[in-house]
């Protein structure tokens, strides 16, 4: 089993829709970070939390220490939104990342 | 600011080979760490150099060595190349430890080995 498991795989949605995406972890974390890859492979920082929420434009994270999970909401979501989203944890000295989520926005 | 940058983007090398791939970091962020991304493992965290010093490794063979240089740039090598060395390399920058503090992702270098 995964240290750090992400659901759905792949995800589409109408231009408009609330989007959620969680993620799971099963060893102890010092932060949770939420990054955004679109196709070509750059990658962006979205969010690093340790807990509570935090909010960017359309964008949510929210972390529960206590049950080990994290999701990242967007709201009224957009074409341009449309990437692979990955969650990492950071457990002792490196990163551990969650396989990613297939997000598809259709207009 | 400059973002990070990674050179080169795309390589193809041959089995047996070996390979050097540059990271730029940030100006000021000491800390970079090398990531390979691959379709069947999906993101894998390599090694993270901080002031010069490797601080921490994962688990890779010890053909994928790295280092980094007092202006913060870091190289990572690849020696004996193998097919399953294909892969997009990422490297992050970051002010302190990447654990602890936000990355910030260079756009990769795509590894192609025939």
């Known amino acids: 089993k995964n240290e750090v498991e992400q659901s759905p795989q792949n995800l589409t949605a109408q231009e408009g829709e609330f989007i959620t995406i969680n993620c799971s972890y099963s060893?102890?974390?010092?932060?949770l970070h939420w990054l955004q890859q679109h196709p070509g492979g750059g990658i962006v920082s979205l969010f690093m939390?340790?807990?509570g929420k935090k909010k960017h434009g359309r964008l949510i994270a929210t972390i529960n220490i206590q049950e080990k999970h994290s999701s990242l909401h967007i709201t009224a979501s957009h074409p341009r939104d449309s990437a692979v989203y990955i969650c990492?944890?950071?457990?002792?000295?490196?990163?551990?990342f969650g396989t990613g989520t297939r997000l598809q926005v259709f207009p | 600011k400059a973002g990070v940058t990674q050179t080169p983007r795309y390589l193809i090398k041959t089995r047996g080979q070996q390979v050097t791939l540059s990271c730029s970091p940030i100006?000021?962020?000491?800390?970079v760490s090398w990531y390979q991304q691959t379709p069947g493992q999906g993101l894998q965290f390599l090694f993270e150099?901080?002031?010069?010093?490797?601080?921490n490794k994962g688990n890779f063979p010890g053909r994928f060595s790295g280092r980094q240089f007092s202006n913060s740039r870091s190289e990572m090598n690849v020696s004996t190349l193998e097919l399953g060395d294909s892969a997009l390399y990422l490297c992050?920058?970051?002010?302190?430890?990447?654990?602890?503090?936000?990355?910030?992702f260079g756009q990769g270098t795509r590894l192609t080995v025939v």
């Open positions: 992050a920058s970051s002010l302190g430890h990447s654990v602890n503090t936000e990355a910030f």
């Open positions: 150099y901080f002031s010069e010093t490797q601080r």
């Open positions: 939390l340790s807990s």
């Open positions: 990492a944890v950071s457990n002792a000295d490196k990163l551990i």
């Open positions: 060893v102890g974390i010092s932060a």
């Open positions: 100006s000021g962020h000491r800390s």
